[in-house]
């Protein structure tokens, strides 16, 4: 599906993608974390928003007027997160679990009980995400979660054609986990289900987003999702100081 990027809407949104970088990121594609860094880093990425991520599209969901379409890309997006229906697989969050099991983690260490422990920016960032998700205009729950909470840096060079992710196998062997932390890739059924799917509900996201905000709500859109690129800044930066990881100057922006 084309996705005009030219659209003003569209400008907007992508300018806050493309901040959606972290100082810490590339230390995560690099050997040298200890195996409790990545637990720190893990712990909060499931319990922040993959665990619960088919249940905030089901809330979005609930919350849209009826247009078929529009209910049509989230109920989709619903049925693979949380079924696996589509890529033939099972629900994203028990494949982010497999894959912290091929990682040597149990699954007791994601228990609801360490919620508790996250950093106090991440509690923020998952409160931020469950408020958004029913928040009106709808519009404004949709682009969170479809585009900021899915979406990447890569976003603008996706949709333009630029970049692609990495499919199958190829995605799978070349993964960080599997090169340098020695996850087999048999446990790495979350990144095959996702390189089979989710480019095709990008487009998806973005066009039920572009097609159905009428410019008066553009602006309720836009700050949903600033406001969520800082709170997920200040998230980035807890979790980094959890995992005891410092900037260094040259990083700094
Ligand atoms: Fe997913």
């Known amino acids: 599906m084309r996705v005009d990027t030219k659209h003003p809407l569209a400008e907007r949104l ?11 990121y590339p230390s ?30 089901a809330r979005l969901l609930g919350e849209t007027p009826p247009i078929d379409e529009v209910r049509r890309v989230f109920a989709e997006n619903l ?4 079924t696996g229906g589509l890529s033939k697989s099972a629900p994203h969050p028990e494949l982010f679990l497999r ?7 149990s699954r007791s260490d994601f228990d609801e009980s360490v919620a508790s422990t996250l950093h106090p920016a991440a509690q ?27 979406g990447s840096l890569n976003e603008r060079a996706e ?3 630029r970049f692609a992710r990495a499919k199958g ?29 989710e480019g095709g509900h990008r487009g998806d996201a973005w066009s039920a987003v572009l097609g159905h905000t009428p410019p008066e709500l553009e602006r309720d859109v836009v700050l949903a999702c600033e406001r969520a690129l800082a709170a997920w800044h ?8 959890r995992m005891g990881l410092h900037q260094r100057v040259s990083e700094a922006s």
């Open 99 to 105: 894959m912290m099991e091929g990682l040597g983690f």
């Open 234 to 241: 200040r998230y980035r930066d807890g979790v980094a100081e």
């Open 124 to 150: 923020s960032y998952r409160q931020l995400l469950r408020e958004g998700s029913t928040r009106t205009p709808w519009q404004a729950g949709a682009a969170l979660l479809t585009i900021f909470v899915e």
């Open 14 to 24: 992508l300018a806050v993608m493309d901040q959606k970088h972290h100082w810490a």
């Open 159 to 161: 949709l333009d054609g």
């Open 28 to 57: 995560l594609t690099k050997p040298g974390l200890s195996r409790s860094q990545l637990l720190v880093h893990f712990q909060h990425e499931y319990l922040v928003y993959v665990r619960d991520f088919p249940v905030l599209l």
């Open 79 to 82: 049925y693979e997160e949380q």
């Open 169 to 197: 196998e190829d995605a799978i062997s070349r993964h960080p986990l599997v090169l340098h932390y020695g996850c087999p890739p048999s446990a790495m059924q979350l990144v095959r289900a996702h390189g089979d799917v």
